[in-house]
């Protein structure tokens, strides 16, 4: 495995200072030679003119900041250049830039099947750089598109090992579960991305919805289950209100009620409390007993 490594450079300037120098020097050269009939003098200049000058030149690489030159000579990796500036290395060499700045990849709208089988749509963005640049050059061939089928691929298998909502207490759900979710999803792909040189910085669902032709249905059942849930509380709140209030006539014992009348009492708080409409009174002038 190809890992990556400084390259052996010189300073930039000072070479660039030399070629031009150099190439004065060699007009200035060929130029006396002819005026003084010197033949070999003013071929030894143009060879020299012709030759050592644009292989100074050809040695020169500029280096932007968050970019990296990749130097590799005869097919065989140099090592990289990373600190920004001007800098010379071997003219023969061969330099590729690539750019180590932060990225965003957003998936594609993905159509798959939920870990309980419901159809859904699933799309996730995902923050990535390339910190080795040995293995995003020569470990796969296009990083960038490695990149994007393995963020999907493993986006795909995330979605197929969580339902879309959770059905049990603690189980996690792609709805419910996002922080979560988004730290599987995030070290599923840094698995999958190691190879490359690349680092995963962030990843998040973006877009997670039920496919259309189940949305309708899905939807009703998301509202059922909120009516039940708040039925649920409901009532749980009345019984202890009742509970409440026999407990206190009791203690302070403003009435006694026998088993039939708290029977009655509590049905007509149940019915006061848990009804969705406003109550109305009924006085009762009469009595349980005959």
């Known amino acids: 495995m190809i890992r990556e490594k400084a390259a052996t450079k010189l300073p930039g300037i000072p070479m660039l200072i030399f070629a031009i120098a150099f190439m004065l020097g060699s007009i200035l050269w060929f130029v006396s030679a002819v005026r003084a009939h010197e033949a070999a003098a003013a071929i030894t200049a143009i060879v020299l003119l012709a030759v050592v000058t644009p292989l100074t030149f050809a040695g020169l690489v500029a280096v932007n900041p968050?970019?990296?030159?990749?130097?590799?000579?005869?097919?065989?990796?140099?090592?990289?250049i990373r600190d920004p500036g001007l800098w010379w290395v071997?003219?023969?060499?061969?330099?590729?830039?690539?750019?180590?700045?932060?990225?965003?990849?957003?998936?594609?709208?993905?159509?798959?099947?939920?870990?309980?089988g419901n159809p859904i749509e699933i799309a996730a963005v995902v923050v990535w750089q390339v910190v080795d640049s040995a293995e995003a050059m020569f470990q796969v061939d296009n990083y960038q598109q490695f990149v994007s089928v393995q963020s999907e691929s493993a986006l795909r298998n995330l979605a197929t090992s969580h339902?879309?909502?959770a059905h049990e207490e603690g189980q996690l759900s792609l709805r419910q579960s996002s922080q979560e979710i988004a730290d599987a999803l995030r070290g599923e792909i840094?698995?999958?991305?190691?190879?490359?040189?690349?680092?995963?910085?962030?990843?998040?669902?973006?877009?997670?919805?039920?496919?259309?032709?189940?949305?309708?249905?899905?939807?009703?059942?998301?509202?059922?289950s909120a009516v039940i849930a708040a039925r649920t509380k409901i009532v749980q709140g009345a019984v202890g209100m009742v509970e409440m209030a026999l407990d206190e006539l009791s203690k302070k014992e403003v009435v006694h009620l026998d088993e039939e009348r708290?029977?009655?009492?509590?049905?007509n708080m149940l019915v006061v409390l848990c009804s969705e409409q406003n109550t109305q009174p009924v006085v009762n002038t009469g009595t349980l007993y005959h």
């Open 163 to 165: 339902p879309y909502d």
């Open 262 to 267: 708290k029977a009655a009492m509590v049905s």
């Open 90 to 116: 071997n003219p023969f060499t061969h330099r590729r830039r690539l750019s180590m700045r932060v990225r965003n990849f957003e998936s594609s709208k993905l159509k798959v099947n939920d870990h309980d």
């Open 66 to 80: 968050n970019e990296a030159s990749v130097v590799t000579l005869f097919g065989r990796y140099n090592g990289t």
């Open 190 to 224: 840094q698995a999958r991305l190691e190879k490359a040189g690349v680092q995963v910085l962030e990843a998040r669902i973006s877009h997670l919805a039920y496919a259309p032709e189940i949305a309708s249905a899905m939807l009703r059942r998301q509202q059922a």
